[in-house]
């Protein structure tokens, strides 16, 4: 396969800027007689006899870039971006603008679903700033948000960075754990609170909703925060009484204290009226 003689060389080689060279406007019938012996050239390194992370480091990128522009479906290239990764180790070299570019020039429809499938690969615990790049820059791409995943929320919380889809974000923040303790150091507690595209009574209930469920203490002193930022009116905590009421047994004293103080401040407005 002619085709194939050429790029061979040229992933094996570790080049991924000249994989995007050969690969652009390809056909779609190319594409596909390409992904067979490109699979069977990946499974061969990865079931040689002898495989180090030297003999594999240059060869990745290039892989993952050629995966990206060849393989059908979005599933098959989420997986083989995952498995390949998207930076070279010894010298620190990205490929995700190659990755956008070779999945743009192929103009497919399922690029919304590869969007959410990456979105759905990121760790709900600890940052991978490549894979979300990916991500962001994808849905950049389609104009399309991606899944509000326990991931892209803990990235965009972590990152401090600002995102078109924060409102579908915000609304997951009360669910994924771990995320409280990132609140105070990223200066999120005003920045939520003063976010005018943000619901402020969704903000109020998810964080009675958080307090509610418990948890580390750490965790739940950062929704106190956010809850101190919010300032609820007394009318918001008559609106919301059994969500407070029913934080004031709870096992974390500052939660109940909270509780205590926002009921007995509507109480004494009511009575004032």
């Known amino acids: 396969m002619t085709e194939w003689t050429a790029l061979h060389p040229i992933i094996d080689g570790g080049d991924p800027d000249n994989v ?3 690969v652009q406007g390809m056909d779609a019938t190319t594409r596909k007689a390409l992904a067979e012996p490109l699979r069977a ?19 990745l990128c290039a892989l993952t870039v050629a995966g990206a522009a060849l393989l059908p479906t979005a599933s098959s290239v989420a ?32 690029l919304p679903d590869l969007v959410d499938r990456l979105a759905l690969r990121l760790p709900s615990d600890r940052l991978d700033p490549d894979m979300q790049q990916l991500v962001t820059s994808l849905a950049t791409h389609t104009g399309i948000a991606p899944l509000a995943t ?19 974000l915000a609304r997951r923040l009360f669910e994924v754990d771990g995320i409280g303790v990132l609140l105070e150091p990223g200066g999120w507690p005003g920045k ?9 009574v969704m903000l109020l209930e998810g964080c009675l909703f958080r307090l509610r469920r418990g948890g580390r203490a750490a965790d ?18 008559a609106m919301l009484a059994g969500d407070y009421e029913a934080l004031l047994s709870n096992s974390h004293a500052p939660t109940a204290a909270m ?9 004494q407005a009511g009575l004032s009226r």
Do not use: C, M
Not at 82 to 109: C, K, M, P, S, Y
Not at 153 to 168: D, L
């Open 41 to 59: 050239y990946e499974k061969q390194l990865r079931t040689a006899a002898f495989v180090s992370k030297r003999f594999w480091g240059p060869r």
């Open 20 to 22: 995007v060279r050969l």
């Open 259 to 267: 509780a205590r103080h926002e009921l007995l401040l509507a109480s």
């Open 220 to 237: 739940l002193n950062g929704f106190l925060l956010l809850h101190k930022a919010l300032a609820p009116t007394t009318d918001e905590v």
């Open 79 to 110: 997986v083989w971006i995952a498995r390949n990764g998207l930076r070279e180790d010894e010298t620190g070299t990205d490929v995700i603008d190659l990755v956008v570019e070779v999945l743009r020039d192929r103009q497919v429809t399922w």
């Open 192 to 200: 939520l609170a003063g976010d005018p595209a943000l619901d402020r």
């Open 150 to 168: 326990d991931g892209l929320v803990y990235a965009w919380i972590a990152t401090g960075e600002a995102h078109t889809s924060r409102s579908s």
